[in-house]
């Protein structure tokens, strides 16, 4: 099933309507009130911003999924593989608090709780359990891939909401694709020393280069952590290739905002 582009005013955003109903986007850079390098929809909170510009961003993408910008919690991502559980008491951590932890995956089944991972080029994902009203929400990039961080993820929402990965849907949103993600051996190796086999067709050699989908390799991910195929939704579209709709580290280096995938939890019934 294919990504649906949104245009509200000037703001561009992704669903996937594979997720169904939840609240949730992906963000493009377009629609908001930053400048200069960071113009015009960085949703960043460490890139240099004015809270102010922030504080805006935030309300036009937030009130373009439905979401509460001063409940919203944010990742604190180092490329690592650590999951969150994220209750009432983090409400507004990251834009209007300060973070006091750091995860590059964020689970909730509190209703209401908007959460929110980045990317300028890194595989972002969004979870959601319908059974039991829990999403996630992962940064991936090719350190958190290799060390299974989308596994450790669905994993995670099963021991605390006994979700079951073949009831789980999820989204790979737009990431660096193939044709961008050009690099030296050494991701390739990490990938076939966590996924054997199963990163091989992920892998292509060109050169003395190797080309790597990540999006391709989360997805398989999801597939060995249980999630059915049928239940996995792929955006497809390389964030290199596009600079003029999303934020590239690739293109940019760190002159560059961030686009965010946030979802939230249905309300309370």
Known sequence: MSFETHTDHDLIYLTSPLLGAVRHGFSTRQGGVSIGHLSTLNLGVARGDSPENLAENYSRFCGAIGADPARCVLSSQVHETTVRL?????AGKGLLRARDYNADALITNTPDLPIAVFSADCGILLLRDPVHN?????????????????????????HHFSTDPGQLIAAIGPCIGPCCFETDADVPAAMEAALDQDAAPYLRKAGQKWHVDLAGLNRQWLLRAGVPAEHIDLCGICTACHPELFWSHRKMGEDRGLQAAMIVPDSAL
Request: with cysteine.
């Open 86 to 90: 994220c209750a009432e008491a983090d």
């Open 134 to 158: 829990a999403v996630g929400a992962i940064h991936a990039g090719w350190r958190g891939c290799a060390g299974g961080i989308v596994e450790k993820t669905v994993r995670a929402m099963t």
